[in-house]
């Protein structure tokens, strides 16, 4: 749900009614993935992308409409046919899109809303489902309605679809990916987007020196939780780094041994002072939820750190292993401060993502 937080603060800054679309079914090529989501303000004022520019100036036209209505509408697009190059979009993405128009005011965030970011600030995993069309006679649920699951449970109204939507969410849940479903029950039939709630990857980096600011500024960019550590405070500032998101003063092991780390955190050791190098490293080692563990620098001053961890009484496990990357980084000839921070961020982002960071070019199927 990258973005959903930026949506929801705007939600509650309107002033007058917006429209918010959202990318419920995505078939063929796609430029986002279902649940992207965008706020158009009656005067023109956008939040959010839903697209690679393919839809947006479309919705805009239709806004006024669902303002006016307050109904939802369900706008599809053909982007993949001849007759779209020549009177629609004209961007010949290959791809059929459905994005759904809901009417939003200003005062308190829906409900919905509100539980969906108290999850995403706490880190806590859960399933937001949305309603996005109805067919036949029974049912219990309109398009518009929106259903979350997590630890305070689902609130669902009892009726012939309460089962399939506590299954749907589910399974988002477990996972970890946004897809459209179509349940049936009797005569009625409805089309519902679940996405699983996935707090954002969180980066913690340990050490403040020049080289740490690019890394912050990109991995703030990126929509990830920043949180710096080092044990010089002159250098540890929100001053140097005003885009964290949290600073941590002190020596290792103690200033590491109480961050919040989970399966969607990193860390990376860059403090480039061997002592300190040696402590966090050490003692990120055991963390067990940790996704991946970075070490800067040549090769030979990393297999030295392990060696004498290994003699020190703390060898390097299989699975710590696996986590533990050294140099961290792709290789993509990275010189500057800036490409090297693109580098190890890029290495970060497809081992949380579970992918192998190659070429899209050599990728078979689907790149998403």
């Known amino acids: 749900m990258k973005g959903f937080q930026e949506i929801a603060s705007a939600v509650a800054a309107l002033a007058e009614p917006a429209a918010l679309a959202t990318l419920v079914r995505v078939k063929g090529s796609g430029y986002r993935k ?35 209505s ?11 046919s001849d007759l779209d190059l020549i009177w629609g979009t004209g961007m010949g993405c290959q791809g059929r899109a459905e994005v759904l128009l ?120 990126l929509g990830w939780f920043v949180g710096l550590v080092d044990h010089r ?36 050791v860059v403090s480039h002072v061997y002592e300190k190098d040696r402590q966090a490293l050490e003692t990120l080692l055991e963390s067990p939820l940790l996704g991946y563990l970075g070490l800067q620098g040549n090769r030979q001053r990393s297999l030295r750190l392990l060696k004498e961890l290994a003699e020190a009484g703390h060898p390097v496990s299989p699975e710590q292993r696996r986590k533990l990357h050294f140099p961290a980084g792709l290789d993509l000839g990275a010189e500057t401060p800036e490409a090297i921070a693109l580098s190890m961020l890029a290495e970060v982002q497809a081992t949380l993502a579970g992918h192998p960071g190659g070429s899209l070019r050599d990728r078979d199927g689907s790149i998403h």
């Open 34 to 68: 279902p649940g992207a989501r965008m706020l158009f303000g009656p005067s023109g004022v956008r939040t959010g992308i839903i697209s690679a520019g393919c839809l947006e100036t479309d919705i805009l036209a239709q806004v006024q409409a669902v303002l006016a």
């Open 233 to 268: 405070p002159a250098l540890a500032t929100a001053e140097r780094f005003p885009q964290a998101d949290r600073i941590v003063v002190g020596h290792p092991p103690d200033s590491l041994r109480d961050l919040p780390l989970d399966g969607r955190s990193a860390a990376l």
């Open 102 to 221: 809901e009417r939003v005011m200003p005062g308190p965030l829906p409900n919905w809303m509100r539980r969906c970011c108290a999850m995403l600030e706490q880190r806590r995993i859960g399933a937001q489902g949305t309603v996005y069309a109805v067919r036949g006679e029974g049912a219990s649920v309109i398009p518009g309605d929106h259903f979350v699951l997590g630890e305070a449970g689902l609130d669902i109204p009892d009726g012939p679809f309460a089962l399939g939507l506590r299954s749907a969410l589910g399974s988002a849940q477990e996972e970890g990916v946004p897809r459209s479903h179509t349940l049936r029950a009797g005569e009625a039939e409805l089309d519902l987007l679940v996405e699983p709630i996935l707090p954002p990857f969180a980066l913690w980096i340990f050490g403040a020196g020049e080289h740490s600011r690019p890394i912050v500024r990109l991995a703030k960019e």
């Open 70 to 80: 307050n109904a939802p509408h369900l706008a599809s697009y053909d982007l993949g």
